[in-house]
């Protein structure tokens, strides 16, 4: 390691398997709740600053929508953090419930904005139905400036 490079592993600067259970009321406090903790573990995962907002927006987009998904039962997210991915798994909910879930956050011109801004996207059984969102590496949507 060169003079002055900063090393991950003895600064904490970019997580490593760092996992955080995260179980909201829904409503609006979800929404300001959800986007800090999502912003903060993709920093530390390492994500570019573009990376970082869309993680944001996808956390925006997630809780603005909790009640939806949860009824008046408590909106559960599992945010992971490796060396330059995030992972977000929502649920369990009910079935049908994670695909319903990526319609409800859409732009006429983009489509589902979820799935836009995810690299990938995946609704899986683990015990109920689970949504995943992987984000890593570059923005989707291009360079910002």
Do not use: W, Y
């Not at 994500?47 to 949860?70: F, K, N, P, Q």
């Not at 879930?101 to 609704?123: K, W």
């Amino acid at each position: 390691m060169a003079e002055g490079e900063r090393n991950p592993e003895e600064d904490g600067s970019q997580a490593s398997g760092q996992a955080i259970v995260i179980e909201l009321a829904p409503g609006d406090i979800a929404e300001v709740v959800l986007a800090r903790i999502v912003g903060i573990l993709a920093s530390r995962a390492g994500l570019g600053v573009d990376r970082v907002t869309e993680a944001l927006a996808l956390a925006e987009a997630l809780g603005a929508h909790s009640r939806e998904i949860a009824g008046d039962d408590h909106f559960r997210v599992v945010a992971t953090a490796n060396n330059g991915d995030l992972c977000l798994t929502i649920g369990p909910v009910a079935t049908g419930d994670a695909a319903r879930l990526l319609q409800l956050e859409t732009h006429p011109a983009l489509g589902s904005v979820i799935e836009r801004l995810a690299d990938r996207v995946e609704v899986a059984d683990r015990g109920g139905e689970v949504l995943e969102l992987h984000l890593s590496g570059t923005s989707k949507l291009g360079p910002t400036a």
